[in-house]
Nanobody
Framework: QVQLVESGGGLVQAGGSLRLSCAAS????????MGWFRQAPGKDREFVAA????????YYADSVKGRFTISRDIAKNMVYLQMNSLKPEDTAVYYC???????????WGQGTQVTVSS
């Protein structure tokens, strides 16, 4: 069974940085795409970034391009989200998710809270 466990959330001032980590286990992720999503209070969950496990191709929401970087460590089965120049509107619960290449996101972590103060 696939397990995704996020860590690294916290409270940071605007302009600061955080790095989120996602520990993935349960299978080989060669044919998977790993993503980060977030959900702010009263809002729908939204896509933040994704990475193709096999070749490292990355995808970003316009709202985070140039500020956030997604990466993966194949040897450690880890996915990271480096968040720089954080803004109060980045405040949300951040979720790690996984899907097969042509499927929907099926596996989700429990989420980690990121709070950016102004």
């Amino acid at each position: 069974q696939v397990q995704l466990v996020e860590s690294g959330g916290g409270l940071v001032q605007a302009g600061g940085s955080l790095r989120l980590s996602c520990a993935a286990s349960g299978r080989t992720f060669t044919s998977y795409i790993m993503g980060w999503f977030r959900q702010a209070p009263g809002k729908d969950r939204e896509f933040v970034a994704a990475i193709t496990w096999s070749d490292g191709n990355t995808y970003y929401a316009d709202s985070v391009k140039g500020r956030f970087t997604i990466s993966r460590d194949i040897a450690k089965n880890m996915v990271y989200l480096q968040m720089n120049s954080l803004k109060p509107e980045d405040t949300a619960v951040y979720y790690c998710a996984a899907r097969v290449m042509y499927g929907n996101y099926k596996y989700w972590g429990q989420g980690t809270q990121v709070t950016v103060s102004s």
